[in-house]
């Protein structure tokens, strides 16, 4: 879909394009939206790998605490070949 709003409507609380060229390493890393239940994470290969070029990781509730606010466990998202993974 090169429309997310269309598709998902007011639960899409953001979008961001990053461009990898093979070999490349990029490191990311973003303020989390305490409305945010999971990342969405999809890349567009030449030759797709199956269903290897979506994954969705779930977020766990963030801390009502927010003066104690526990890190988040960082999750990292790979690419290779034609395949995507999330870890």
Do not use: I, Y
Not at 39 to 63: I, K, M, Q
Not at 64 to 80: A, G, I, M, W
């Amino acid at each position: 879909v090169d429309r997310p709003q269309a598709a998902l409507g007011d639960k899409l609380l953001g979008t961001e394009e990053l461009s990898v060229a093979p070999t490349e390493t990029v490191t990311r890393s973003w303020k989390r939206n305490p409305d945010a239940s999971a990342v969405a994470v999809v890349a567009l290969f030449r030759e797709p790998a199956g269903t290897f070029w979506r994954a969705v990781r779930r977020l766990p509730a963030p801390d009502p605490d927010h003066c104690r606010k526990k890190p988040q466990p960082p999750f990292s998202v790979r690419l290779e070949e034609n395949r995507l993974e999330v870890r």
